[in-house]
């Protein structure tokens, strides 16, 4: 059964930092890519960051260029999201999801996610 | 970036009748070189992560109920429930992934007449 459980969430100061954490299980976490979506209260989806396979390879939202960092340790079936520079607007849900395999490669879009993890950044 | 624009915002249906929710992309998501389209649909209850419906546009994914469909091709999408049921009462969410980024519709919420 694919697993993946989202750690690291908090009360956090604007400017602050944090580090999340999500830990894969029940599938071969080392050849799929891997992704971060966010959703703030009682809002949409916002799609935050991804990372391929190997972690060579990373990719972010513009609202986030430059503060948060994704990364990924294969070894230990773990993804991260370092946070620094932390605003109000990043106060959300944040979810770690799969790429889906459709049989013959993998989509950017989610088949498993996390229960998410909440960030909240306030004084 | 692709916008991703939902219509309506809310809707509520009867038991039993259609449910039709409609996404128009900003700019097509149809990849000419294989003729599919990058667009997926999810579905959102309270308080639990998104669970993936349709990919390709049309592709249930496995497990979703065939009652539910997704049509459309180039800008242009619609997620039908065929015969709504209590259990569908959610949030839904098209998701185009022909690009970076990743971009999300805003949402339809799917009450119960």
């Known amino acids: 059964e694919v697993q993946l459980v989202e750690s690291g969430g908090g009360l956090v100061q604007p400017g602050g930092s944090l580090r999340l954490s999500c830990a894969a299980s029940g599938f071969t976490f080392s050849t799929c890519a891997m992704s971060w979506v966010r959703q703030a209260p009682g809002k949409g989806l916002e799609w935050v960051s991804a990372?391929?396979?190997?972690?060579?390879?990373?990719y972010y939202a513009d609202s986030v260029k430059g503060r948060f960092t994704i990364s990924r340790d294969n070894s230990e079936n773990t993804l991260y999201l370092q946070m620094n520079s932390l605003r109000a607007e990043d106060t959300a849900v944040y979810y770690c999801?799969?790429?889906?395999?459709?049989?013959?490669?993998?989509?950017?879009?989610?088949?498993?996610w996390g229960q998410g993890t909440l960030v909240t950044v306030s004084s | 970036d692709i916008v991703m624009t939902q219509s309506p915002d809310s809707l509520a249906v009867s038991l039993g009748e259609r449910a039709t929710i409609n996404c128009k992309s900003s700019q097509s998501v149809l990849y000419s070189s294989n003729n599919k389209n990058y667009l997926a649909w999810y579905q959102q209850k309270p308080g639990q992560p998104p669970k993936l419906l349709i990919y390709?546009?049309?592709t249930r994914h496995s497990g979703v109920p065939d009652r539910f469909s997704g049509s459309g091709s180039g800008t242009d999408f619609t997620l039908t429930i065929s015969s709504l049921q209590a259990e569908d009462v959610a949030v839904y969410f098209c998701q185009q992934y022909y690009s970076s980024p990743l971009t999300f519709g805003g949402g339809t919420k799917v009450e119960i007449k």
């Open positions: 390709w546009a049309s």
């Open positions: 990372v391929g396979n190997s972690g060579r390879d990373t």
């Open positions: 999801a799969k790429y889906y395999y459709d049989g013959s490669d993998y989509l950017p879009c989610f088949d498993y």
